[in-house]
């Protein structure tokens, strides 16, 4: 099947055209392959990048010049590594592999590389990567996007507690999944209790921990998964492509970042 914004579709002329174009952008999917407990798939995280992404490249304008890098479905996982099927590239790898497709991104001509992420534990590392890239390459703009954060109102879908407890495999995730592949989700299991940090700490946000998922969690997932449903899931894909579509439009008929010559 052919799709006219998948860089690996084209042959090296067509990528030179695109890249010379004004604002020229590339969009690089990426996830982990990781437990998200008993009922959602390894590739939960990349499965949703990818259909975000090409759901948002479906409806924008056709002459934006975006186009979509393959998946990196590897991802960085280490507090997932107790449960089997998790792969976790060590994060100089991480950073390895970024580097050398920025730097095609950028020697191609292309200005802008949208890292789309859709695992919450590297967050940080991409930004990590994007500062090194832009050093490296000068002219080339890195935007980290993480897939839940951007458009607003995606969270507030979910109501508390679970909007800020449930990290990992919980209802958001799992409403998601049944949206977009019901087929790929196994019976909800049976939320477990989460242990209360102390004082103002936390796992993620203010004052946050390193966590590992086996200290917290028997089946892997954080959070509470029931009454997680397709209508919900759909809510939340369409909040997630039309903000995400708004968010691209803005950066690509804009000339966002003016970088100096
Ligand atoms: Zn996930």
Redesign the pocket.
Known sequence: MKFNRRIEQLAWPAVQAAAALRGSTLVLPIG?V?Q?GPH?PLG??FL?AEAVVDQVLERLPTQLPVWRLPAQNYGFSPEHLDFPGTVSLPAEAMLTNLKAVAAMAAKAGFQRLVLFN???GQIGLLQVAAREIQQQNPHLAVLPWFLWSGPAGVLEVIAEPERSQGL??ARL?TSLMLALYPELVGPIPAAEELPKPPGGLSLEGAVPTAWNTHWISNNGVVGNPCGANAAEGKVLLELLVQGWCELFQVLLQSNWPQIPE
């Open positions: 982990a990781e998200h959602l939960t995280d949703f859709g695992h919450g990992h495999a995730e």
